[in-house]
Nanobody
């Protein structure tokens, strides 16, 4: 399982970004996916997750602003980020949980600043 994240960049407070994570292989529809982030000097934290059945969960700090979704036809998971705040600045990583093993993408940097 290989993951390729994209979509990060610089955005002003209140702006939006959409992150994408493309997953290789034929097992995507059976994989639980998640987005994590790591801000400078902080530990990596779970942002949002989505099961193979489409159930989602979110960190309290992002509820109502960030939305995780998946497209099994394109083997891709998305993170739509709206109403971004400076505290959302971090490197965002997608991860896949398959057969008890967690796989990681390379990370994409999001900077929220005016």
């Amino acid at each position: 399982v290989q993951l390729q994240a994209s979509g990060g960049g610089l955005v002003q407070p209140g702006g939006s970004l959409r992150l994408s994570c493309a997953v290789s292989g034929s097992v995507f529809s059976r994989i639980s996916m998640a987005w994590y982030r790591q801000a400078p000097g902080k530990e990596r934290e779970l942002v949002a997750g989505i099961t193979s059945g489409g159930s989602t969960n979110y960190a309290d700090s992002v509820k109502g602003r960030l939305t995780i979704s998946r497209d099994n036809g394109w083997n891709t998971v998305y993170l739509q980020m709206n109403s971004l705040k400076p505290e959302d600045t971090a490197v965002y990583y997608c991860s896949a949980l398959y057969m008890g093993t967690k796989y990681w993408g390379q990370g994409t940097e999001v900077t929220v600043s005016s």
